[in-house]
């Protein structure tokens, strides 16, 4: 499959997409006071909403690298197309 230089920069912008908002949340999630068992910020067990939201994050982040990989081969294969 081959997809247009339109589809290449769409999935290019959503990886860039994805490394834009993912680590702001991590941070916010990492200030959440239910992050940890104490109540207090980086005191105490992590619990379960921490992980669950880190894991999240890491699967998220991980998708958005592949889905830029992913555009970037496209765009540069649509680029050699054209100058054939």
């Given amino acids: 499959m ?5 589809w290449a920069v769409f ?3 959503v990886g860039i997409w994805t490394w834009v908002i993912w680590p702001r949340f991590a941070v ?6 239910r ?6 910020v980086a005191d105490g ?10 894991l999240l ?3 998220s982040l991980a998708i958005g ?3 830029g990989v992913l555009g970037i081969r ?6 050699r197309r054209q100058a054939s």
């Fill in 35 to 40: 992050s940890w068992a104490s109540g207090t």
């Fill in 45 to 54: 067990a992590p619990t379960s909403f921490l992980w669950v939201h880190a």
């Fill in 28 to 33: 916010a999630i990492w200030q959440d006071p």
């Fill in 65 to 67: 690298t592949a889905v």
């Fill in 74 to 79: 496209a765009w540069l294969v649509a680029r």
């Fill in 57 to 59: 994050i890491g699967a």
């Fill in 11 to 13: 999935l290019v912008g």
């Fill in 2 to 6: 081959v997809l247009s230089r339109r």
